[in-house]
């Protein structure tokens, strides 16, 4: 057996895996040019692999580039030896590593989040516009956004039998503003520009490229496949799910820098910091001190936090995002109601799961709403809860059915939805 046909075999292992006993591969035949021609295009057909590579390539780049952790923690960066350096990166790369994780299994979650930061930093550019001002600089969404990552800190420190130590505050948005403000510890804001902000940021310019040219011809070839009445796979239509929702999660963090790793430290002695300061950090279901970096899933339920569509109650922006974000999902996946699946019945779960994915975030709220007003109904304490489970469960289950679904159908394809089109010419990875 030569390398070549190491795919050959494993794709037919894994079709008879999912349930085709009698898997077989078909491998397209195309004669050479006769003559020496300039230009040779591609063939009009595209493989398994093909449809498999390129989606998970825009999932993963995806997964990636939307992500704008917050500042993490300030380790001495000991860059003595080869083994010094790696561990330097491993420290940078597994807690991205962990999240692009997060990502793929949850992608709700990243947009939620996102949702409640870009809202609280624009809410910001009003309530910060004096403060920055008496400092000489004005105060924007950049601004905002950096002072949520954990971008201003005190440099306190704590004193134990005559010995100083250095205790650093970490301020996010709300303690900044109560610091500088009620409090006073402050007497100015850190005179930082916009454009001091973005230079700290390490968006990589050409990964964001690269995410966009993948994007527009993965979004152009599905289109153009239903324009022509060619099928498409189930995978392509979840891919697509996924960059909607990462689209939009990047335009919701537009302004956000990426990558920070130092924040602006002020002078403060720890004796003069208030312990009030870790009531405004805001922290929803947080334990975590205020001397700990801002925790990338950190939850406010402020007034400005509140939740847009279920106002009134501890529910959030985050979870407004969340709900967003499980109608647009579950919604693309609907668009494969009518495609060619292995049976019927699994025709019906997709479609069963799909509806599920885009109503249950809604109809969960929906019940917390009731949980919180309707307890006083002593048989309401009972059932609320168990229906609170089974929605979530309901839930995991259809999401779990979509993600195995989705590679099982790719190898019961029709035979048009391995028809190539002009897009084949684009530029991309597949």
Request: glycine share 6%; charged share 15%.
């Amino acid at each position: 057996m030569t390398w070549q046909s190491v795919p050959l075999v494993l794709a037919t292992v894994v079709a008879a895996t999912l349930g085709q006993a009698d898997a077989s591969t078909f491998r397209p035949n195309c004669t050479l040019p006769l003559t020496t021609d300039n230009l040779v295009l591609s063939a009009g057909v595209r493989g398994t692999f093909d449809i498999l590579w390129s989606s998970i390539f825009t999932l993963l780049i995806c997964s990636w580039s939307i992500l704008h952790l917050n500042i993490p923690s300030q380790l001495p960066r000991l860059q003595k030896s080869m083994w010094d350096k790696i561990k330097s990166y491993a420290v940078d790369f597994l807690p991205k590593f962990k999240w692009m994780v997060l990502t793929l299994l949850v992608p709700e979650f990243l947009l939620g989040k996102a949702l409640q930061d870009r809202h609280l930093a624009k809410v910001s550019i009003d309530e910060m516009k004096e403060l920055a001002s008496e400092s000489g600089f004005e105060w924007t969404i950049t601004h905002g956004f950096y002072a949520d990552m954990g971008g201003f800190v005190l440099k306190a420190h704590t004193t134990v039998q005559d010995q100083a130590t250095p205790t650093p505050v970490v301020l996010n948005l709300r303690s900044l503003q109560y610091a500088c403000g009620e409090m006073r510890m402050i007497e100015r804001l850190p005179r930082i520009t916009e454009d001091e902000i973005k230079d700290k940021s390490k968006g990589d310019f050409f990964v964001k490229c690269l995410t966009g040219m993948q994007l527009a011809w993965f979004v152009i070839q599905v289109i153009t496949r239903a324009s022509k009445g060619l099928a498409i796979s189930a995978l392509e239509i979840a891919i697509l799910a996924y960059a909607a929702c990462s689209l939009i999660t990047l335009y919701l963090c537009l302004s956000k820098p990426k990558d920070v790793k130092i924040e602006v430290r002020r002078p403060q002695s720890w004796f003069d910091v208030s312990l009030q300061l870790a009531r405004y950090r805001g922290r929803f279901g947080s334990s975590k001190a205020i001397t700990s970096p801002i925790p990338n899933d950190a939850r406010y339920a402020h007034g400005a936090a509140a939740s847009a569509i279920f106002p009134g109650v501890l529910l959030t922006r985050m979870d407004d995002g969340f709900t967003i974000a499980g109608i647009v999902f579950g919604g693309i996946h609907c668009a494969a109601w009518n495609f060619a699946f292995p049976s019927p019945v699994e025709r019906l779960l997709w479609r069963i799961s799909s509806v599920g994915t885009a109503g249950v975030l809604p109809l969960y709220y929906a019940l917390l709403l009731a949980d919180i007003h309707l307890r006083r109904f002593s048989i309401l304490r009972v059932v609320l809860p168990v229906l609170e489970f089974l929605v979530g469960l309901s839930y995991l289950l259809a999401r779990l059915y979509l993600l195995v679904e989705v590679f099982r159908e790719l190898f019961f394809l029709p035979p048009s939805a391995f028809i190539s089109t002009w897009t084949a010419q684009f530029p991309h990875v597949s």
